[in-house]
Antibody
Framework: QVQLVQSGSELKEPGASVKVSCKAS????????INWVRQAPGQGLEWMGW????????TYAQGFTGRFLFSLDTSLNTSYLQISSLKAADTAVYYC?????????????????WGKGTTVTVSS | SYELTQPPSVSVSPGQTARITCSADALAKQYAYWYQHKPGQAPVLVIY???ERPSGIPERFSGSSSGTIVTLTISGVQAEDEADYYC???????????FGGGTKVTVL
């Protein structure tokens, strides 16, 4: 069964860092890209970016550059989201999602398997 | 990049049909995808490539496309269909993913 298992909830103080893990099971992580999606309280889904699980190259959406870092440990079949210098506005549920994409014959890109989300709360 | 526009809410009685639209000029050239999201759960893909239904998704979920507007239709709505629904597309030039603002479906 293909699934993404995310790490548990985190409570952090402003200025701290957090690292959220997303472990792929039922498939090899490097076969499909991983996307990260944020949902702040009362808000919709917001795409943060994606990481190429073959090369480790990451693409970040506007608003998610600088303090956000996607990384991999292919030996653990796991992807990570690290957020540094946390702010109260980073309080949200963070989801990882497995991508399906191709450019042939037509471009498509969507997410077919999602993790259950990791709640990050930033509060003093 | 571009924006995907959805109505904030749709209300429907059980057994009736719910239609949720998503609009953007880019949808005339790009596929749309739909996700169902219930509180405390992971989002679930219900439609991909405008009108394809993943295995395990009930047949009452269907998608269609007409020019710049795509529509998710839920026929014979059931109480369990109450959720937020998001359309999504992708910009081929930037490889950015775009989500619509979401539509809350309320089953009366």
């Amino acid at each position: 069964q293909v699934q993404l298992v995310q790490s548990g909830s985190e409570l952090k103080e402003p200025g701290a860092s957090v690292k959220v893990s997303c472990k792929a099971s039922g498939y090899t992580l490097t076969n499909f890209a991983i996307n990260w999606v944020r949902q702040a309280p009362g808000q919709g889904l917001e795409w943060m970016g994606w990481i190429n699980t073959n090369t480790g190259n990451a693409t970040y959406a506007q608003g998610f550059t600088g303090r956000f870092l996607f990384s991999l440990d292919t030996s653990l079949n796991t992807s990570y989201l690290q957020i540094s210098s946390l702010k109260a506005a980073d309080t949200a549920v963070y989801y990882c999602a497995k991508a399906r994409s191709s450019r042939i014959p037509y471009y498509y890109y969507y997410m077919d398997v999602w993790g259950k989300g990791t709640t990050v709360t930033v509060s003093s | 990049s571009y924006e995907l526009t959805q109505p904030p809410s749709v209300s429907v009685s059980p057994g009736q049909t719910a239609r949720i639209t998503c609009s953007a000029d880019a949808l005339a050239k790009q596929y749309a995808y739909w996700y169902q999201h219930k509180p405390g759960q992971a989002p679930v893909l219900v439609i991909y490539k405008d009108n394809e239904r993943p295995s395990g998704i009930p047949e009452r979920f269907s998608g269609s496309s007409s020019g710049t507007i795509v529509t998710l239709t839920i026929s014979g709505v059931q109480a369990e269909d109450e959720a937020d629904y998001y359309c999504q597309s992708a910009d081929i030039t930037t490889t950015y993913v775009i989500f619509g603002g979401g539509t809350k479906v309320t089953v009366l």
